[in-house]
């Protein structure tokens, strides 16, 4: 996408059936969708890959943390469906947004770091990420 590869790693994708969780062409196509669309609202990329670095659980479970280029999402249970894919679609695009919302575009108040304390911002703004 824009000459940047997207990657979607996913270990424990398979249902208790034996089934695969997800169907691999819509996940290109949903992904693809969301990643463009991004792309289109900040003109370029700023790292040379990314990786969706996917764990799926029998139990439930829902998290997701960002890096710079890529995030880590652990997600639960396999067999829920539907829903846990509608998840998967959710925390990765919001994940991805953080490759420039709060990694590289932040609010002057965060710097210099000290995650000692809370940090509170005179703009009112308010960061997750
Ligand atoms: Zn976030």
Redesign the pocket.
């Known amino acids: 996408m824009g000459g940047t590869p997207f990657h979607v790693w996913i270990q424990g994708g398979r249902r208790t059936d034996g089934e695969f969780t997800f169907d691999a062409e819509r996940i290109v196509r949903d992904f693809s969708q969301f990643s463009q669309k991004q792309l289109d609202l900040f003109g370029e990329f700023p790292e040379q890959a990314y990786h969706f670095l996917t764990l799926i659980l029998p139990v439930p479970y829902y998290h997701g943390v ?1 890096h710079r280029n890529s995030t880590v999402l652990v997600l639960g249970p396999n067999d829920e469906g539907e829903g846990l894919y509608q998840d998967l679609l959710g925390v990765s695009s ?2 991805l947004f ?1 490759a420039w919302n709060i990694i590289r575009i932040r609010p002057t108040e965060l710097l210099p770091y000290d995650f000692t304390k809370e940090n509170y911002f005179s703009t009112c703004f308010v960061a ?2």
Do not use: A
Request: glycine share 16%; hydrophobic share 0%.
């Open positions: 960002e919001h994940e953080h997750e990420g």
